[in-house]
């Protein structure tokens, strides 16, 4: 199976910061790879999709980029709406893994 | 607008068994695939296993085969998840979503999910 590993697990950071979360595959996935959002007690929201395609609604202040084995998250400029946990996932081959999650907190 | 809705969690004691619904409306569920995801208490998401539109094609995570039957019955939109032996870690909120278009193996919409809570 395809390990995802997100890094950090936790960031702390302030409105209008631009951050970047990292996930890592244990294997090549291409681009086949997707970003969700959860907030506590909410179903996820699909962000990104093919590492680098954003969801149609999605504030463009989201991007995602990289291919292979290395994919990051960026959010450019921090809002209050954004402190959540983020996820990826792959689907380059059944079983589909997430990542373990970073949760994005205020500083 | 796309509406997914869970429903059949609840409490069941180890070694029982529980079926979960997803009722779907909004879009032509029998283009897509569908999926459950489940997420324990305070921890990450763990996809669970996935059909196609069809039902030719049926996945499930290692820890849930043989015990998980996944389904969907097309004419009444709504997709199922038959869960046996159940164990004490398979308690979580149940989440249903849907593929994405064109064989997409991302999820799209997500339903409010539904909690199970295995315990004796």
């Known amino acids: 199976d395809i390990q995802m590993t997100q890094s950090p697990s936790t960031l702390s950071a302030s409105v209008g910061d631009r951050v970047t979360i990292t996930c890592r595959a244990s294997?090549?996935?291409?681009?086949?790879l997707a970003w969700y959002q959860q907030k506590p007690g909410k179903a996820p929201k699909l962000l990104i999709y093919?590492?680098?395609s954003l969801e149609s609604g999605v504030p463009s202040r989201f991007s995602g980029s990289g291919s292979g084995t290395e994919f990051t998250l960026t959010i450019s400029s921090l809002q209050p709406d954004d402190f959540a946990t983020y996820y990826c996932?792959?689907?380059?081959?059944?079983?589909?893994?997430f990542g373990q999650g970073t949760k994005l907190e205020i500083k | 607008e796309v509406q997914l809705v869970e429903s059949g969690g609840g409490l069941v004691k180890p070694g029982g068994s529980l079926r979960l619904s997803c009722a779907a409306s909004?879009?032509?569920?029998?283009?897509?695939?569908m999926i459950w995801v489940r997420q324990a208490p305070g921890k990450g998401l763990e996809w669970v296993s996935s059909i196609s539109s069809s039902s030719s094609y049926i996945y499930y995570a290692d820890s849930m085969k043989g015990r998980f039957t996944i389904s969907r019955d097309n004419a009444k939109n709504s997709l199922y998840l038959q869960m046996n032996s159940l164990r004490a870690e398979d308690t979580a909120v149940y989440y249903c979503?849907?593929?994405?278009?064109?064989?997409?193996?991302?999820?799209?919409?997500w339903g409010q999910g539904t909690l199970v809570t295995v315990s004796s």
């Open positions: 996932q792959h689907y380059n081959i059944y079983p589909y893994t």
């Open positions: 294997q090549s996935i291409s681009s086949w």
């Open positions: 093919k590492a680098s």
């Open positions: 979503a849907r593929g994405a278009v064109a064989g997409g193996g991302y999820f799209d919409y």
């Open positions: 909004g879009f032509t569920f029998n283009s897509y695939n």
